[in-house]
């Protein structure tokens, strides 16, 4: 079976599976587990960020960052499609008493800065108190779509003048660093705080990192141990991730190439279009017709033949590329394809 649905399908290299049988032990929640103080430290200089936190997901992560900068009945400005606002449970409203206010994320993931500006609120008793800004990079809905340094220190611009911090959903920030040929830390420079995911394209088992000021790692600290996340020997987990750190970056280049490939081919059958401009990392976007198969089809015609894909709307299926995805594996996935929808084509007429 190929899988295609998602990269946190990678399976851990016997590397990382070596390591965590081998790793120093300590308390974490004591402060006292050398494994996890490692990658912390590995993490924020990557990052380019004064400290690092590790946790159990990017959702995780992405909370604590809401919680560590504002209040109960704050506003957060995010895109509507934006993984905060879809995929987080609703966890900045119920365990953060924040209000989202959304703004519609463009093809490549970005906000118009613009209607960001006039977003932010005005000091009104009317009002809640605009606390913060969230982007995402590379963004998972817009197809893997990536932004640059240049745009956003333009939204840090903006966050200065209002007095608004800026948060980074950077799952994939590797990814988007790769495919612009720059240093991770130099892309988030203008981020005040960033998450990152260990357990995607980077293939360990399991967890993610928040990473920014110290002052701001320590209130994220205390809302983990509140939130249930503190971890006691976590070395064991973190482990595989210093690992993933020190050999899985640079490979992520060929994950690109193996979608770009994966889009191209689907762009040219009849009945499925994939939007190629913002193709730029791991993530393959496409849209099925009106007239043809509807994604839920799709995917279990798919499936009988060997390639597993995932619906993401009626009309829309996505294809993520990763390290347990070969090129002879991208091969087959579009002879499949091929096949359904020829067949497809051929019962429809």
Known sequence: MIELRSDTFTLPTQEMLAAAATAPLGDDVWGEDPTVTRLEQKSAELLGKESALFVTSGTMGNLLALLSQTRRGDEVIAGDKSHIVNAEAAGSAVVGGLQLRTLANTRDGTLNVDELQAAIRPV???????????????????????????????????????????????????????????????????????????????????????????????????YRKMLGGGMRQAGVIAAPGIVALDTMIGRLAEDHRHARRLGEALNRIPGITVDLETLATNIVVAELEPTGLGAADAVARLEDVGVKIAAVGERKIRLVTHRNVSSADVDGAIDAFEQVFQAQALASA
């Open 124 to 222: 009104d008793v009317h009002y809640p108190r605009t606390a913060l800004i969230c982007l995402e990079n590379s963004h998972n809905q817009c197809g893997g779509a990536v932004f640059g340094r240049e745009y956003l220190g333009r939204v840090r611009g903006v966050a200065d003048h209002a007095g608004v911090a800026v948060h980074l959903d950077g799952a994939r920030i590797f990814n988007a660093a790769v495919s612009l040929g720059l240093r991770a830390a130099d892309l988030v420079a203008d981020a005040g705080s960033v998450t990152f995911c260990l357990s995607k394209g980077l293939s360990a088992p399991v967890g993610s990192v928040l990473c920014g000021r110290a002052g701001f790692i320590d209130r994220a600290r205390k």
